[in-house]
Each structure stands twice: as C-alpha cells, then as structure tokens.
C-alpha cells in the first residue's frame, strides 16, 4: 500500500479519536465550570464510555498494522511525518500494555474521585478521599509495570508529560534548586520585613475584576474571538482546537489581585493554544511540546512579565484610575512589593515566585515515597505536614490547606507537578534569551507586549509538538534546560526588593 | 436465553448509548451557552462521530436479535419491560432503513447548519443559508420514504415527536382552533385597545433581573441543587437526567417580562425532567410523554400560573418592591393587563398566548408543502410573508424578524412545531381538571404553588414515557384531548380583560 494511502486511514483514526477526546473535554470543562455535582455519576459514565472508545482506536490490530507498515518506509517520510508515526507509537505503547477493562475502570475511577476529592476538601474529610486515591495509586503503579520502565516506574510518568525527563536528572535539578533558593529564602525571613497588603486586602468589586481580567487576556495577547474566560474555583485552560481556546480564573472579592494574576497565568497558556502553526494543526500535532514547555508560558506572562517592575510604570496608573477608592493613595513602589512579597504560605497556588518551587519539591518527593510504597495513603496527611514544617516552616492547621488542596492526584495525575517548577526554570532561559534579542525590559517599559507574543510564537507556540522540550530550548536559546537562570533571575529581583 | 440475560445484555448497548447520548448533549449546550462559533466545526465532527455510534449502537444485528427474542417471550415480560422493548423497537426502526453513511452526514449537516442559520439570521441573509435547508429538507424527505409512512411523510416525524399523533388529526385539530381563536382575535383588533405597556419597556438593571429570574424557578418549584438557570440567546432546557437538568432564559434591558415567562416556560420544562419517578429511570424511559405534553408543562407555568390575575395578587407587590422606581407607581390591573396584552406580533416566541398558535399554523402549512414538494426554498420568504399577512394581517420588514427567527429547521426539526399548540391544549385541559380537583386559582390565589406541582408530578411528570400521550391526557382527565378546553380558556380570558 502507498505510504498516502497509509497515512490517509491513519488520519481516519485520529480524527475518530480527536472526534472523543473532543467531546470528552467538553464534559470535563462543563463539570468545572457549573455543572451540577448531583449529575456527576451519569458524565463519569459517557467519559468512561468514550474512553474505552479512544483506547480502541489507539490500539487497534489496524492501527498497528498501519504504523509498523509506515515505519518499514521511514525513508520516504517527511520529517512531519515521521514524528507523526513516532507520536501515534507511543501512545499505542502507553495503552497496549495495559488491559482495557483497567483502563476502562481506571478513567471511571478518575471521575468520580475527583467529585469526591472536591467534597472530601470542602468538607476538611480526608478520610473519604483516602480510598480513591489509594486506588488510583494502585493503578499508577500496575500500569507502569504493565507499560516498563529504567530505573523507576516514575520515569514513565515523567516522559508522558515532560519527554526525555527521569528521575535522575529531575534530582540533579531539584538538588541545584534547592541550592541556589533555601539560603535566600532564609534570608528574607531573617530580615523579617513585612510589606503593607492592607490596601490589596479589601473589596475590590467583583464586576470590576471581572472587566479587568477580560481586559488583560487581550491586552496580554489573547484573541477572544476565538476563545472566551469563564470563572471557575480551580482556574485552568483548555484548547479544543486552535480556534477554540477556553480559560477560566477566579474573582475573590478582597483578593483582586489573585484574580489579576491567575488570569495573566492562564493567559500565558491560553496564548501557547492559540498560535501553534497550521501546519501543526494539518498535521495532527497540535499541542504542547510538553507540560513544563506549557508552564513556562503562563508563568512568563505571569510572573516574568505581569510581576515586573516595568510593566507596573506603565499599567499601575490605570489600575489606580480603575480603583481609585482602593489604590488612589498607594505609591507604585509600595504596590510592586505588595505584589512581590516573598512569604512561606500554605497554599501552591496562591505563593510566591520563590517560595513556589519548594512547593513543588514536596508534592515531588511524596509522589516518589507513594509510588515506592514507603509512604501509605493514610499517613500521607501527616507526612505533608512534615514536609511543609521542613521546606517553609509552617503546618496546615487542616488537610484542605493541606493535602487535600491540590486536584491533580484525584485525576491520577502523578509525575506532573514537576512541570511547575521546570516550566518556571525554562521560562527563565527563555526570558534571558528574549533579553538578548531585544532588550525585554525596554520592550516591557514600552509597552510592546506584541513583540513578546511573536518572539514566543517563532520560538515556542508556533512548533506545537514537533519538536522535544529538550530540542526546543537548545534551538531557542542555544543550550539545554539550565536552572541557573531562574535561580539568578529569583536572587536578582530579591535581593533587590528586599534590599539584601 | 433467559429474559434476564436478554434484558441485561439490552441494557448494556442502552448505557452505551446513552453515554454518547450524553456527550452530544453537553456539546449542544455548551454550543448554546457561550461556545465561540470559530470552533464550531470541530464540534460538529464531533457530534458527527458520536451520531454513528449511537447508530451502530441501536441499530446492530445484536441489538435487533435482543429485541426480537424479547418480543417472543412477551407474555413473561412485565408492562414496563414491554414498553422498554416496544420503544426500542421503534427506536430501530427509526433508523434501520436510514443508510448509515447518509444518517452520519446528515447529522454533520445539521451541526453546521444551525451554525450558518445564526449567522445569516444575524445577517438577515437568507440565502446563505437556503442551501443547507434545502439539503436538510432533501434529507427529511428522503428520510421519511425509507422509513415508510401512511398518507403523508408528515406523518413518519409527527410520530416522533407526538406518538399516536397524523396530519389528519392535526387538520381537525388546527381547524378547530382556528374557528375559535381568529374571531377572537378580530374582536379585539376591532375594539382597537391600546393598553399602557411603557412602564415595562424602560431600562430594568441586568443584575435585578437575573436575581428575579432565580427567585422565580425556585418559587415554581426547580431545584436549583440539581440543576441551573443560564443565559442563552433562545432559551431552552436540558435534562441530561432527573439530577442533571438545565434551563436557560434570555435577558433584555428594557424588557423585563420576556425573561421573566421565558424563565417560567423553561421553568415548567425543567420541572417535568425533574420528577421522574426513580422506577422510570431504572427502566431506561426517562422521558417525556411527548413533546407536546413537555410543551403542556411550560405552557402551564408560563400562562395559566404566571400570567394568571390571582398569581399577580400575591406576586405583583414583591415585583414593585424590587422595582419601585419602575413599577412603584402601576397599580395592579395596568400591570395585569400590559402582560396580557393580545396583539399580533411577528416573533412567535414573544407573541401573546391568543395569537400564539397563529404563528404555529403558518409553520405547520409551510413545512407540510416543503415536504410535498409544492414550495420550494427560495420561495419561502415570499410563502412566510403572506401567511403572516394573511393570519396575523403583518409583514415582516426583514427576514431576520420572519423566517429565519426560529432555529428549528436548521436542526431538522420538521413535524416539531405543532407540538407547541398541541403544548396550549394539552394544557388547557390539565388545568381543566386541576380546578375540579383543587379549585385551581384559589390555590394560585394562597400561594400554594408547591400543591400545583404535586398534582403535575402525579398525573404527568413521574411516568416518564410510560404512557402515550393519549393515554396520559386520559387517564389524567378522562378523556382525549379537545382543544374545546382551550378555546374556552382564551375565550374567557380575553373577554374579560377586552370587556367583549
């Protein structure tokens, strides 16, 4: 058979699988943007249906007929191409190894335990939760038997959301991390400054942020014409297609700037969805490079961009005329170190650009305990605590500060917190190159936010998953991902606001 | 086989289907509750794929095989199950002579249809959009000759949505109506009221109106912890099941009373899909009777309560005490009479509930010479025009404001539209018997809202489709529907508020 007459019934399937995944993200966004909680048995169940529906298209004896014959003729594929067929090879690898009826169990599962985790939170019950996740955990690591692993069953987990990342060299990250970050940490808080919040701690109205924050995704770069912001309690993104890209944030009526900074953050993400190439799209390889890669573009916006000193110059005098009753008096200095303090809290996504990290590195170092079986579900709460008391030097006074805060184990997400803190180190490298190629802080001082979004797009959005994450950075910034600019840019802006 | 088994393995493919069922539902939604249009054909593929397999899940060798040792073994089957298997049955033959191929791109077509009629709708473009109808109409059509009908291929979608129901039922139907309904009308137009309607054509804040609009479904009887009202340009409701249901209203400005009977004609949809007795569930006829049964239920809320005198006695004061500045000052008659105003109008959706059935019986004429064959597309504008005239003695200015205001036959909806008539008979005679049994506007008049909604669930909401809708309307009031009951209704009510 023609290599065209191959890839033509390989995109058949795809488009059939896209067909599901489509549909089944629109139920996941529907559940987190009001759906009611009592109807959530019945969507578990479509979402069960459905994917035992993508799994079968994935591993089909016809599917892997098609791949195996497309690789016998590799020397006739485009380099498109052959990503393509390496791409659909590893997704086959990653179900067909693992029973359906598990899989099938195993997406039901996930469902519903992320119901119950969002009632176990709210009502402070870990307990409740506790089963679901132990079953989750139990699948976590009979599916990386199933599907193999070198040296650790979290590697697999690791490839799937950040590839060519192992537990190796995500120590060696961490370790250098830790190195360059505890020592400031431990002096800021040995300075033991306190920045006025006061005036950022009261009502701000909710129709007023809800103005602002539509007003940022598109001054930042995002097309809402394509695209719209919702609200929703655990802000996220979600691209359906190129030219349907959702995000959503949250309003906390005496915590504007919670809101401000969420949604810059998913911002950044929605931005990446919406500018991959049409190529990309035409040739089924539309996404990210990877979550890290992702991550580094929200916390661009977020952190790099939205938390700079000179974006403020430009923008502070307009959030003042927005709130004048609010922020009419405050100094655009006190403002920048209002929303710059650097403070051990509880809660990932509510800290700080320099204590989040740390963050990240609990969350890390529990998923690898989990995973060996050195640590049991029931002594996790206690074992959070530890940690938290260790890394920041505070103890959740309950398991919804606590443990219970985060959603991703719920959805069997394990192995992709580490993303958090690889997308904050590439985004440093990237930011760093930026500076080289055009003065970024000038560009920011401007006010040119377009060139940012273009630089970004011809360096990262545009290539969708056409190149690895490692392969990216190299032909964006010449070298490979290398924390020592994030850990230089957090040393740099500290010592500076804190004036160590 | 025992029956037992048979029916499990029924179950089965009937959890598949309504998994999918399920998917496609909250696609629609999200489609009309704030989707942007540019991602709209990659929702219709979507659909599309989910249509084939609720297709191949219905209509498989398996499933007919199921069906028919069942149907053998009919004597050891309980009623419910026999009804189960009947509906099946009729579900099969709805598609088994449809080829499967033209079923999956008619449903593509009308995904994008109805895409393309809100634009041209937005455009007053008919023509844009002419083309797709026509091809739906080709389908319909084509549709109705491989199911095979008696008389008319009218009948084949009439059936569908009205079980039991036939263009010669309907001819009878819509003439009796039609001699009690337009000499009324012309009443009224003689006596050449204008009736004070200023008070509500002024500004009412968004915000109140929406907090009106969730007060009011609660009042009637929705419960809101098991679904929610939204906002959507053409208001409808969703069961996606008895735990899952949503509504949607509209709101403009300076009209305050659409959204409010919007909210209450969604309100009594919503309540149906609600009280569903759990043994309807269990038995795979979560339902409504009919779609004119479903209609009787909004009908009721919207009407015969909320533009009821006596409801008003207790609700007006309430209504000016949120609005004082509008309504501080209108006594209660002016109200009554302003939204009980009989006037001929050109949107049916907002027409009066005397000339309502008007705009019905022009849908229903043209829909029936579209499928004979005796007008064609491109005449229809110039069709819709004249019968408005000729009924409602008005014209349209434009297309948007005529035969492109409803969204109907962009879904392929034909044979839907007299539902909505059936919808005011139907009720008129529930109502009917409701004040034999309970005095019905005394019990409207103390505010005993929550009785109305006991009587409804008992002799309509909780059988699902159990029964048909004769045989519901029957055993509920004693005999087959008579639009006498209605004819009455409109008669009595008007007269007094004309003084005839």
Redesign the interface.
Known sequence: MSKDKLLGQLYEKL??V???A???S??H??SAT???K??GL??A??I???SE?IYKNIVSDEVIEIVKKLKEMESELTTVEKILVEDVQKNIDSYIKIPMEEYVKYSSLVAKATLVWEDAKEKNDFESYAPYLEEIIGYIRKFADYRGYTDHPYNVYLDDYEPGMTVEKLDEFFAELKEGIVPLVKKIADKNMDFNKDFISVPFAIEDQKALSEELVQYIGFDL????L?ESVHPFTMG??K??VRLTTHYHLSNPMSSYFSTAHEGGHAIYEQNFDDSISGAYLVDAASMGIHESQSRMYENYICRNYNYWKNNYNKLQDRFPDQLGKVDLDTFYKAINEAKCTLIRTESDELTYSLHIMIRYELEIELLNGTLEVKDLPKAWNQKMQSYLGIVPPNDSLGVLQDTHWSNGLFGYFPSYALGNAYAAQLYKQMDKDMDIEKVIEKDELPKIKEWLTDNVHKYGKLMKPEELIVKATGEKLNPKYYIEYLNDKYSKIYDL
Chains 1, 2 share one sequence.
Do not use: E, V
């Open positions: 488009d059939k896209k067909g599901y489509y549909a089944t629109i139920m966004w529907d009001g759906a009611p009592s109807g019945k969507r169940d479509s069960g249906i459905l529906d014409s394509r695209g719209f919702k359906l297609c030219d349907d």
